[in-house]
T-cell receptor
């Protein structure tokens, strides 16, 4: 069974500094999708970044980038130049390409605090 | 605002009562998901619709839970004979069927408290 593990319940970062959130997953599949979602306090969850497992190049979206290590089944999120608006819960998620299941599997989340 | 909307935003009910939640996805989105999120946990997948067809249901969705998406537009999630363990945030998300990993757009959720 596929699982997603986020081992850091909470992280803190100084404004303008860089922080890395960890995510590991377990799967026997070779093709899958990975995502990072952000859930600000009392606001809707939004997609931050996504990665297709067959792509070796790490995804980047402005200040957000990932370090995708397929062999290690690791998918960490790096936030550069942290801003107060980055404070939120961050969830790592996994999904297979449509091949009989549409299920997303989410981790338990990491709460990111940004210190002014 | 053309995002995903959910109603009601909050629901308090007594154990044993039935409740129904509604989700209005982004209009052109043909995929719709329901999730349950409890405190300190990530969203747990409940069910998935492609247009009006319910293509997948989680084992979490007991016989007391039913979801519909008539005409492939809005969706409803009904919980019958609610139990205290049903207290959670119920999230809806929609997306557009596409090649590759689609972007899910989440609604604000309906927070259910069963007394």
């Amino acid at each position: 069974a596929q699982t997603v593990t986020q081992s850091q319940p909470e992280m803190s970062v100084q404004e303008a500094e860089t922080v890395t959130l960890s995510c590991t997953y377990d799967t026997s599949e070779s093709d899958y999708y990975l995502f990072w979602y952000k859930q600000p306090p009392s606001r809707q969850m939004i997609l931050v970044i996504r990665q297709e497992a067959y792509k070796q190049q790490n995804a980047t979206e402005n200040r957000f980038s990932v370090n995708f290590q397929k062999a290690a089944k690791s998918f960490s999120l790096k936030i550069s130049d942290s801003q107060l608006g980055d404070a939120a819960m961050y969830f790592c998620a996994y999904r297979l390409p449509t091949s009989g299941t549409y299920k997303y599997i989410f981790g338990t989340g990491t709460r990111l605090k940004v210190l002014a | 605002d053309t995002g995903v909307s959910q109603n009601p935003r909050h629901k308090i009910t007594k154990r044993g009562q039935n409740v129904t939640f509604r989700c209005d996805p982004i209009s052109e989105h043909n995929r719709l998901y329901w999730y349950r999120q409890t405190l300190g946990q990530g969203p747990e997948f409940l069910t998935y619709f492609q247009n009006e067809a319910q293509l997948e249901k989680s084992r979490l969705l007991s016989d007391r839970f039913s979801a519909e998406r008539p005409k492939g537009s809005f969706s409803t999630l009904e919980i019958q004979r609610t139990e205290q363990g049903d207290s959670a945030m119920y999230l809806c998300a929609s997306s557009l069927l596409s090649r590759g990993p689609e972007t899910q757009y989440f609604g604000p959720g309906t927070r259910l408290l069963v007394l």
